[in-house]
């Protein structure tokens, strides 16, 4: 058969199924057991592949036609039973129509919580008659219990072994406790081996001096640019930034292109690296039919630099990477990620379906999280709140299950990536209305994440996610027009941003981080109607933001951010009646906006932002009853917008042109 065992649980048990999931797929069958035949078979060599169903449904629903097919081509049904496992139609379901398809295969219910029976579904506490339905005729039912007060994880698990392979329990515990401590003590003499070998001044390569200073530049620049990464190109991908300097590094050596790369990011100028990167990736892609693989990671490495400035050069890398090798999971991943940054949400969902699809197949699970996190942002967009919460609460699950080490230690990625997909299913929660809920999300993320910090203060990465964590914060408090509780969570946002800043005062992100902060306390000033307040913070906002771009003016999102401020000045002098001043802000904004356009005329991302500067003047001039001059403004931002919009599905962006449409044919009449 197709599956070993097909694995069914209530979708609030995620974390533990996960958990079962991955211990049976890589639980090590002794070789001295494999072909050995038992009244189930002749014993494999491994329990992979074991079928984990991961659809949610209400009562009253079928079954998938792939979950009634995945249980045929299963060998035995395991049952995650719990509490809340037992009310589940999708549990019971798929218990009748196993034991009544296939009579002659194994059940094997595992307790992860609850007591027998409630804690199993109907279907598995009753006879299930010739005509498949449930009796009232009760069964005995007995099943490994996973927890400490039963038989414990190990020994469950080996329980549930023993029956899918037919053989005693004691002799499969037995047998993996035996390799257990053979690790043990494998570990202990490598340990002791690696400990003598130091002791005794070997020459390893990565314990040179040179080597180790080559790790430290990279790990700093991977520390400096890691905030950019995350504002440009997504949140928790550090890794891929890290691979691409990484990369560069050890080129640099016998590539000069890649020496003088290297030199511009350290010095802080990372778009003097990119034509650099360019040149080696278009050579490797020269010599494609030599090596197709070390072509597309070039450009791979130049995307993720690229990105530090421009999502639309990060894009046209990143798919040049992906014609070379079309199942690469990082092309295509940033492929899906930046097209749908950048309002072509159809190619984004085609590369993130394609990146789930490979990633099931190679049991990636980090590959599928990504996939179904931004998957879930796609639904976002497209308004589909019910669709994204299933996406986010697989995501949440996968997260959960993969949080914690085996030996018990935090891992710290899987770990910020729990607190990651919590934010987002808040972020549901407030798109549906529900601002109280999205709060107590927002809050659970943040409290985990005050927990991170508090066992790793030094860490600024984990610094910078706790203040998110208070902006989040901040923002479902605004909503619910608490504006003491949402000051202070975006003042203490800004105290850690502060502290980041004094450790590293070189960091322009952080101080860009510093200008969101202050541009947050602002907005809720303005929605407590402190006018005065508001149009202070916006400033101090903006005052940051100046200062970033005279250091570095080819920095278009330092540009791009000074330009939201006086957007943000501007409205707060056209409520207050100002509409000299407003006006005279709006067009700093479109300076700027348009200088961006000029540099690259086919970003759709600064055509809908110069668009929307020409709509603030527009508003302004009709108030004025300068109708002819805001008709023009109008105008000028229907042609870019109808340029931005063209085979692009980006909802809002169509709004926009809807409210454009209308506005113009109001000062026509």
């Known amino acids: 058969m197709r599956y070993k065992a097909f694995l069914s649980y209530a979708h609030a048990d995620g974390a533990a199924a996960n958990k079962l999931h991955r211990k049976l797929e890589r639980f090590r069958i002794d070789p001295a057991f494999m072909g050995r035949v038992t009244n189930v078979g002749p014993i494999p060599s491994t329990l992979r592949p074991v079928f984990r169903d991961r659809h949610d449904f209400t009562a009253g629903e079928q079954l998938a036609a ?149 790790l430290a530049e990279i790990e700093t620049l991977v520390s400096r640019y890691t905030s950019i990464s995350t504002v440009r190109a997504g949140e928790g991908n550090a890794r891929d930034l890290k691979d691409a300097i990484t990369a560069i590094a050890q080129g640099s050596a016998t590539d000069d292109r890649l020496k003088r790369a290297m030199q511009h990011l350290k010095a802080g100028k990372p778009e003097l690296a990119e034509p650099l990167l360019q040149s080696v990736a278009e050579d490797k892609e020269a010599r494609v039919a030599k090596d197709r693989h070390d072509a597309s990671a070039a450009y791979r490495h130049l995307g993720a630099i690229a990105g530090l400035g421009d999502p639309s050069r990060a894009l046209i890398a990143y798919e040049k990477a992906l014609n070379l090798e079309t199942d690469d999971s990082e092309s295509l991943y940033w492929t899906g990620y930046l097209s749908a940054i950048l309002g072509d949400n159809r190619t984004s969902e085609i590369a993130l379906r394609r990146l789930l699809d490979v990633s099931r197949a190679r049991s990636d699970e980090r590959g599928i999280f990504r996939a179904l996190l931004r998957l879930g942002d796609l639904s976002m967009a497209a308004g589909q709140h019910a669709q994204a919460l299933d996406r986010y609460q697989d995501a949440l699950a996968l997260a959960q299950g993969n949080d914690t080490k085996s030996d018990g230690a935090v891992d710290m990625e899987w770990a910020r990536d729990h607190s990651g997909a919590v934010e987002k299913i808040g972020d549901v929660l407030m798109a549906q209305g529900g601002a109280e809920a999205a709060l107590a999300r927002y809050q659970s993320s943040l409290n985990d994440r005050l927990r991170r910090v508090e066992k790793n203060k030094s860490d600024a990465i984990l610094q910078r996610d706790l203040a998110v964590g208070f902006e989040k914060v901040g923002l479902a408090q605004m909503t619910l ?189």
Request: include cysteine; charged fraction near 30%.
């Open 66 to 214: 792939a979950t009634v097919e995945a249980l045929d081509q299963s060998a035995a049904l395991l049952v995650v039973c719990s509490s809340v496992a037992a009310t589940r139609p999708a549990v019971n379901e798929e218990v009748r129509l196993f034991k009544w398809r296939h009579p002659d295969r194994p059940i094997i219910p595992i307790i992860i919580e609850g007591s027998p029976p409630t804690c199993f579904p109907l279907a598995l506490r009753y006879e299930v008659d010739r005509d498949g339905h449930v009796s009232d005729r009760p069964i005995t039912v007995l099943a490994p219990d996973t927890r400490q007060s039963g038989d414990g994880l190990d020994l469950a698990i080996s329980k549930v072994v023993a029956r899918l392979l037919g053989v005693p329990p004691d002799e499969v515990y037995r047998r993996a406790e035996r390799d257990r401590r053979r690790a043990d003590r494998i570990r202990v003499l490598l340990g002791t081996v690696a400990l003598s070998i130091t002791l005794a001044g070997g020459f390893f390569a990565w314990q040179s001096h040179e080597k180790q200073r080559t």
């Open 481 to 669: 027009m608490s504006h003491q509780e949402a000051i202070s969570a975006f003042e203490a946002a800004v105290t850690i941003r502060k502290k980041l800043i004094e450790r590293e005062p070189q960091n322009t992100w952080w101080l860009r981080d510093l200008s969101v902060g202050y541009e947050k306390i602002g907005d809720v000033q303005k929605a407590g109607g402190s006018g005065v307040d508001a149009l202070s913070s916006y400033r101090r906002s903006l005052e940051i933001r100046r200062s970033l771009v005279e250091k570095d003016g080819a920095n278009a999102a330092w540009k791009r951010d000074l330009s939201f401020s006086h957007n943000k000045i501007g409205d707060m002098h056209r409520l207050e009646g100002a509409l000299d001043e407003a006006l005279n802000d709006f067009r700093a904004g479109l300076a700027i906006r348009l200088q961006l356009l000029s540099e690259d005329a086919q970003s759709r991302e600064r055509q809908v932002d110069a668009a929307l500067s020409h709509v603030r003047i527009a508003e302004v001039l009709k108030v004025r009853s300068e109708k002819a001059l805001a008709l023009d403004s109008y105008r000028s931002a229907r042609v870019l917008l109808l340029t931005a919009t063209a085979n692009s599905d980006h909802r809002v962006w169509k709004t926009h042109l809807k409210n454009i449409e209308a506005d113009i044919a109001s000062i026509e009449k």
